[in-house]
T-cell receptor, first 116, second 114 residues
Framework: AQTVTQSQPEMSVQEAETVTLSCTYDTSESNYYLFWYKQPPSRQMILVIRQEAYKQQNATENRFSVNFQKAAKSFSLKISDSQLGDTAMYFCAFTLQTNTGNQFYFGTGTSLTVIP | EAQVTQNPRYLITVTGKKLTVTCSQN?????MSWYRQDPGLGLRQIYYSMNVEVTDKGDVPEGYKVSRKEKRNFPLILESPSPNQTSLYFC?????????????FGNGTRLTVT
């Protein structure tokens, strides 16, 4: 069975500081892809960053970067220079490409509050 | 504009009254799916579809039906809604067989069943 665990239900960070959201997953597959989604109060689901499991290099998108540790099955998200607009629920997810479709598995989310 | 359109955004209904939540995408995506989001549980997949006339159950299919008669549309049907189906629902789509292709989500439907 595939699982995604986000062990921090809530976090807060001061504006302009750096915060790291943790995510671990479990799969016996070797070919998969990892994502972080952001859900602001508007409830829209927005893709933040993606990572191919076969790539060693950690993905970066502006102030967002990941620390991907394949052996440890860990995929944490680092947000640098936090802004008020980063306040949102963050979901970690991974997907497997199977014969029955691209199955997506989501964590339970981390609610991040950026404090002015 | 590439998007997934979900309607309605809010829906309040009573137990047992059939309802349909519509979902349409304009990106020619093969893969479409429905999720429900509940506090503390994250997103759980209800049904998914790989292409026209191909659908399969996700993790929580009980009480739901879907159909995929056209590539762009994937409606979610609740034949006899119950209060435990009160939730936030998302439709999503992506390119099939390109696993790095992320899910594109609709804006969600907040359903309340009384």
């Amino acid at each position: 069975a595939q699982t995604v665990t986000q062990s921090q239900p809530e976090m807060s960070v001061q504006e302009a500081e750096t915060v790291t959201l943790s995510c671990t997953y479990d799969t016996s597959e070797s070919n998969y892809y990892l994502f972080w989604y952001k859900q602001p109060p508007s409830r829209q689901m927005i893709l933040v960053i993606r990572q191919e499991a076969y790539k060693q290099q950690n993905a970066t998108e502006n102030r967002f970067s990941v620390n991907f540790q394949k052996a440890a099955k860990s995929f944490s998200l680092k947000i640098s220079d936090s802004q008020l607009g980063d306040t949102a629920m963050y979901f970690c997810a991974f997907t497997l490409q199977t014969n029955t479709g691209n199955q997506f598995y989501f964590g339970t989310g981390t609610s991040l509050t950026v404090i002015p | 504009e590439a998007q997934v359109t979900q309607n309605p955004r809010y829906l309040i209904t009573v137990t047992g009254k059939k309802l349909t939540v519509t979902c349409s995408q304009n990106m020619n995506h093969e893969y479409m799916s429905w999720y429900r989001q509940d506090p503390g549980l994250g997103l759980r997949q209800i049904y998914y579809s790989m292409n026209v006339e191909v659908t399969d159950k996700g993790d929580v299919p009980e009480g739901y039906k879907v159909s995929r008669k056209e590539k762009r549309n994937f409606p979610l049907i609740l034949e006899s809604p119950s209060p435990n189906q009160t939730s936030l629902y998302f439709c999503a789509s992506s390119l099939y067989r390109r696993a790095l292709s992320p899910l594109h989500f609709g804006n969600g439907t907040r359903l309340t069943v009384t």
